[in-house]
């Protein structure tokens, strides 16, 4: 059993950052790839990034160039630092991983931009 858990939302004007953190339970931390999705309303949960347990980074091509996704195995974390953020990042974001074949998501946290 995984447990995840988000922080790190909120609301920020266009242009604005922010990171988000996610904390894993149990002490084989490192061997999980995780992953950061979103859903926005109406629209379907989507792959935002990727860390591997080797630090291996997959970010989507939508915001590759102002999002970025990092580890901290000593702190069990990871993170998705969000730059120059735009309207249509608006939605709920949440923390992923798949260890042994069983999904386990975190509860999500909100970002909203918005002036």
């Known amino acids: 059993q ?16 922010l990171r988000l953190s996610c904390v894993a339970s149990g002490n084989i931390f490192s061997s999980y790839t995780m992953n950061w999705y979103r859903q926005a309303p109406g629209k379907q949960r989507e792959l ?5 347990q080797g630090s291996q980074i997959l970010v989507a091509e939508s915001v590759r160039d102002r999002f ?4 901290d195995n000593s702190k069990n974390t990871v993170y998705l ?15 992923h991983t798949k260890p042994y074949l069983t999904d386990y998501w975190g509860q999500g946290t909100q970002v909203t931009v918005s002036s």
């Open 81 to 95: 630092q969000m730059n120059n953020l735009k309207p249509e990042d608006t939605a709920v974001y949440y923390c």
């Open 48 to 52: 935002v990034a990727t860390i591997t």
């Open 68 to 71: 970025a996704i990092s580890r």
């Open 2 to 17: 995984v447990q995840l858990e988000e922080s790190g939302g909120g609301l920020v004007q266009p242009g604005g950052s």
